[in-house]
């Protein structure tokens, strides 16, 4: 009864992990991870590079020399230094367009975390399987070592035959090569986290998973992760841009003015003063306007599908999400009833079933606890990736 009450601890909705969690694990990924380390370098380099065409433009210094001809004239040198200013309207509108595509660039890093974390998360999550499946199959080992003992016994004293005792060596050779094929699955599993995790190794030791349940009612939860989706983030920040881009396109048909100081000097004569510019863009600017337009109405659709897309995957994701539940539930309040290992035993030595009836009847039920594990890994993998983006 003790082997039994251990298959169904695995089962039970209020287990936890064990150390360390899922959580911790993940953090220590993502301050480990190499292609986040180098996203977060791109990230801030680019953000570095948007603010680099939201100052004043350079000075200008102009110096000539000119040599008088006859050399009775004399020589004459000219300076001038002339520094362009732009209205401070147009100055602050250029820093908020740097700052709406410095959150551009962030809903992108942030879209590369969340799906290196996810990956991390879900392979967690099959080493957790990996360890439950052991668990079990030594269990099921231990079990068919003693039934194995038990018909050498029965053959020895002539009261079983041989093919009796090679199917029960049949079916420990089959768990023997179940448990080789689940460690090296597992050692797979290990070797991803550990690539994730930078080379560093990670020790997984659960084998139960810590529980989820899924939020009673999709559109209230929709709402409170809408605002958390990278791809969401990225165009909405898009529509801004391009509205930003609108009005400083504008402000560009604006003059811009300069000021400076010159001077010239020959023999004889030194003038010296001030200088004042303006430069009307007749035709720098020319369709910027109209081209931002256009770039707000594709931002806009694009926004558009992207909102239409999101809702539509997400709801799908849900609806399984829920099957799932529904299913792991089902096996949790089943299974833990429908064992049938110590009246197997007695109709085994009773007589009243074969041998063969025995061990498939054993079977039947291994294959639904594996089926239920498998479908609890299957609910947290797919719970795991609906609530990706509040990783």
């Known amino acids: 009864?003790?082997?039994?009450?251990?298959?169904?601890?695995?089962?039970?909705?209020?287990?936890?992990?064990?150390?360390?969690?899922?959580?911790?694990?993940?953090?220590?990924?993502?301050?480990?991870?190499?292609?986040?380390?180098a996203a977060r370098h791109s990230t801030t380099a680019e953000q570095?590079?948007?603010?680099?065409?939201?100052?004043?433009?350079?000075?200008?210094?102009?110096?000539?020399?000119?040599?008088?001809?006859?050399?009775?004239?004399?020589?004459?040198?000219?300076?001038?230094?002339?520094?362009?200013?732009?209205?401070?309207?147009?100055?602050?509108?250029?820093?908020?367009?740097?700052?709406?595509?410095?959150?551009?660039?962030?809903?992108?890093?942030?879209?590369?975390?969340?799906?290196?974390?996810?990956?991390?998360?879900?392979?967690?999550?099959?080493?957790?399987?990996?360890?439950?499946?052991?668990?079990?199959?030594?269990?099921?080992?231990?079990h068919a070592e003693e039934f194995l003992a038990n018909q050498k016994k029965m053959l020895d004293g002539g009261e079983c035959n041989i093919i009796d005792y090679n199917n029960a060596v049949l079916v420990k050779v089959k768990l023997d090569a179940d448990i080789q094929q689940m460690e090296v699955e597992r050692t797979g599993v290990m070797a991803q986290l550990e690539r994730l995790n930078g080379g560093k190794a990670i020790t997984i030791t659960a084998d139960e998973y810590e529980p989820v349940m899924l939020p009673p009612n999709f559109e209230e939860w929709f709402a409170t992760v809408e605002s958390k989706n990278p791809a969401l983030g990225y165009v909405k920040s898009e529509v801004e841009l391009s509205k930003k881009q609108l009005a400083l396109n504008k402000a560009q048909n604006l003059p811009s003015f300069s000021v400076g100081y010159m001077s010239e000097h020959t023999p004889g004569e030194h003038l010296r003063g001030i200088s004042l510019g303006v430069s009307i863009p007749l035709w720098s600017n020319r369709n910027k306007v109209k081209q931002a337009k256009a770039a707000i109405q594709a931002a806009e659709a694009k926004k558009a599908d992207a909102?239409?897309?999101?809702?539509?995957?997400?709801?799908?994701?849900?609806?399984?999400?829920?099957?799932?539940?529904?299913?792991?539930?089902?096996?949790?309040?089943?299974?833990?009833?429908?064992?049938?290992?110590e009246l197997l035993e007695k109709a085994l030595q009773s007589g009243a079933i074969t041998q063969l009836e025995h061990i498939a009847q054993h079977s039947l039920y291994y294959e639904s606890i594996d089926k239920a594990i498998e479908a609890e890994r299957d609910y947290q993998k797919a719970y795991a990736e609906l609530t990706a983006y509040d990783l």
């Open 307 to 341: 909102a239409h897309q999101l809702y539509g995957q997400l709801k799908a994701l849900y609806t399984q999400v829920a099957g799932l539940q529904k299913t792991v539930l089902a096996y949790r309040q089943t299974l833990p009833d429908a064992h049938n290992c």
């Open 48 to 142: 570095l590079g948007n603010a680099t065409d939201i100052f004043l433009p350079d000075p200008e210094v102009e110096v000539g020399h000119l040599w008088g001809n006859p050399s009775e004239v004399g020589n004459r040198t000219d300076l001038s230094v002339t520094q362009t200013f732009d209205i401070p309207t147009l100055l602050g509108m250029k820093s908020r367009v740097a700052q709406q595509q410095n959150d551009m660039v962030q809903w992108q890093f942030e879209a590369e975390r969340i799906a290196i974390l996810l990956e991390a998360k879900k392979y967690v999550l099959d080493a957790i399987y990996c360890n439950a499946m052991l668990k079990q199959l030594a269990i099921r080992q231990h």
């Open 1 to 37: 009864m003790k082997k039994i009450l251990l298959i169904f601890t695995l089962l039970s909705p209020f287990t936890m992990a064990a150390q360390p969690s899922i959580s911790e694990v993940l953090k220590a990924i993502e301050q480990n991870n190499t292609t986040l380390r």
